[in-house]
């Protein structure tokens, strides 16, 4: 322990009680951004975590039918999916995913016991949906280890999705999630709601730079309303699309395209003679820079996209249709709720919602309530964190003094508790 500081109740918690575990996979990338997220500032804090991440995929690779069958993996497969564009044929791989939990619940269980045994925490913490039925009971041996769930969607898409009942502790970032813990009888006190989805770090900080100077750079005008277009880390074939269709547009705008890892894309993107300016950018760890020379933002509706351009107070376009991936659906309805941007049944009508959206009166008024969203969760989530593990110590400080009470009177040969004397 620190020499410095006295050995009190809280000063324990932080250095006894600080191993946390959190459990992600790789399928989208939300849900490892968030870890890696919060083990930066866990581990940075002036009374750090030891945070260890957990590939479930990699611990249940013995039970991933779908690899056996096909050589993928159930992550790789989703991913596959979304670079393909292929989100028609999501519910059916949720199906197949959530059959395949339920066959092995006891096969999972038992390898993450092993787990626990082997790498036991004081805390652990979900950032994945479907596998938590499985962490939580995974854990209710002996001595109990606190388990919380992150939804790091804007909403569940029940069931057995994010919420189960067995989970012990949710986190949600939105009204929506909060209601839908409590609706299954979570108590009120094991709730907790944040001000929006985990971001990186570089997102809550402040960019201060010149954008007429920075656009120039990228060979655009230094004052023509700018949207970002933004579809994962794989970008999509839809961009060709919107780039064609915003070429025809009537509207004075120019573009940012971030491609992603997907070369061709960009190539092509590059080869399109177009009249508006457009700015094809292919992987960048540096998404937050071009957020900020922007005025708008285009791509699909994941809590993650979303919630990136508006911490940049940017008005959205998204799409909405039997295509858009089921745990999706709900965050253009959230949009629409909250009057951030405009949603469109389909990229084919990107044209009309960007005219819509540049009328200078339109645009204030989203841009209004852009600028009011406020997201401060990596922030928020070590307070609660924090807090749990301060309760776990107290109630474990009861038990030891209780058991040392015990212990003294057995000493002394009475064979029996001993009971306060009563005045």
């Keep these: 322990m620190r020499s410095a500081e006295k050995l009190t109740p809280a000063n324990e918690a932080k250095e006894r009680l600080r191993k946390l575990t959190i459990v992600f996979h790789n399928a989208g990338g939300g849900h490892r951004s968030a870890a890696d997220a919060l083990k930066a500032t866990l581990s940075a804090q002036e009374h750090p975590w030891d945070?260890?991440?957990?590939?479930?995929?990699?611990?249940?690779?013995?039970?991933?039918?779908?690899r056996r069958a096909t050589g993928l993996r159930i992550q790789d497969t989703y991913n596959l999916i979304l670079r393909k564009g292929w989100t028609r044929f999501t519910p059916q791989l949720l199906l197949i995913l959530q059959t395949t939990i339920r066959v092995y619940h006891?096969?999972?269980?038992?390898?993450?016991?092993?787990?626990?045994?082997?790498?036991?925490?004081?805390?652990v913490l979900s950032?994945?949906?479907?596998?938590?039925?499985?962490?939580?009971?995974?854990?209710?041996?002996?001595?109990?280890?606190?388990?919380?769930?992150?939804?790091?969607?804007?909403?569940?898409?029940?069931?057995?999705?994010?919420?189960?009942?067995?989970?012990?502790?949710?986190?949600?970032?939105?009204?929506?999630?909060?209601?839908?813990?409590?609706?299954?009888?979570?108590?009120?006190?094991?709730?907790?709601?944040?001000?929006?989805?985990i971001l990186k770090p570089r997102f809550y900080e402040k960019?201060?730079?010149?954008?007429?100077?920075?656009?120039?750079?990228?060979?655009?005008?230094?004052?023509?309303?700018?949207?970002?277009?933004?579809?994962?880390?794989?970008?999509?074939?839809?961009?060709?699309d919107i780039a064609t269709k915003l070429n025809?547009?009537?509207?004075?705008?120019?573009?940012?395209?971030?491609?992603?890892?997907?070369?061709?894309?960009?190539?092509?993107?590059?080869?399109?003679?177009?009249?508006?300016?457009?700015?094809?950018?292919?992987?960048?760890?540096?998404?937050?820079y071009y957020m900020a020379l922007s005025d708008f933002f285009i791509g699909k509706p994941g809590p993650g996209s979303i919630s990136e351009a508006l911490q940049f107070h940017l008005p959205v376009i998204v799409e909405c249709n039997s295509t858009t991936?089921?745990?999706?659906?709900?965050?253009?309805?959230?949009?629409?709720?909250?009057?951030y941007g405009i949603v469109v049944p389909s990229f084919r009508k990107i044209a009309p919602a960007v005219e819509r959206l540049l009328d200078s009166a339109i645009f204030a008024e989203f841009r209004g309530r852009a600028s009011q969203y406020c997201n401060r969760a990596l922030m928020e989530v070590p307070?609660?964190?924090?807090?749990?593990?301060?309760?776990?110590?107290?109630?474990?400080?009861?038990?030891?003094?209780?058991?040392?009470?015990?212990?003294?009177?057995?000493?002394?040969?009475?064979?029996?508790?001993?009971?306060p004397a009563q005045p």
Excluded at 51 to 66: F, G, K, S, T, Y
Excluded at 325 to 339: C, M
């Design 383 to 419: 307070v609660i964190l924090e807090r749990l593990i301060g309760e776990r110590f107290i109630v474990e400080r009861s038990i030891g003094e209780v058991s040392a009470v015990e212990s003294s009177s057995l000493k002394r040969g009475t064979g029996q508790t001993a009971v």
């Design 106 to 123: 006891s096969a999972i269980i038992k390898l993450l016991r092993a787990y626990w045994a082997d790498h036991p925490a004081d805390l």
């Design 127 to 197: 950032v994945i949906p479907h596998f938590n039925r499985e962490i939580a009971e995974s854990l209710g041996n002996g001595r109990k280890t606190p388990f919380v769930t992150l939804i790091t969607d804007l909403a569940d898409y029940p069931p057995h999705f994010w919420i189960e009942r067995e989970s012990e502790y949710i986190i949600a970032g939105t009204d929506r999630a909060r209601e839908q813990a409590l609706a299954i009888d979570h108590p009120a006190d094991h709730v907790f709601q944040t001000s929006g989805m």
């Design 51 to 66: 945070v260890a991440l957990l590939d479930i995929q990699e611990l249940l690779d013995p039970l991933d039918l779908i």
């Design 248 to 288: 025809q547009s009537a509207a004075d705008h120019q573009l940012i395209m971030i491609c992603g890892h997907n070369q061709k894309l960009a190539r092509r993107l590059s080869n399109l003679h177009t009249r508006k300016r457009m700015a094809v950018v292919g992987f960048t760890q540096n998404v937050e």
């Design 207 to 240: 960019t201060t730079l010149d954008r007429a100077a920075e656009r120039t750079k990228l060979g655009l005008e230094r004052d023509c309303p700018t949207g970002i277009v933004l579809f994962g880390g794989h970008g999509s074939q839809v961009m060709l």
């Design 325 to 339: 991936l089921p745990q999706e659906r709900y965050n253009a309805e959230w949009v629409t709720e909250k009057g």
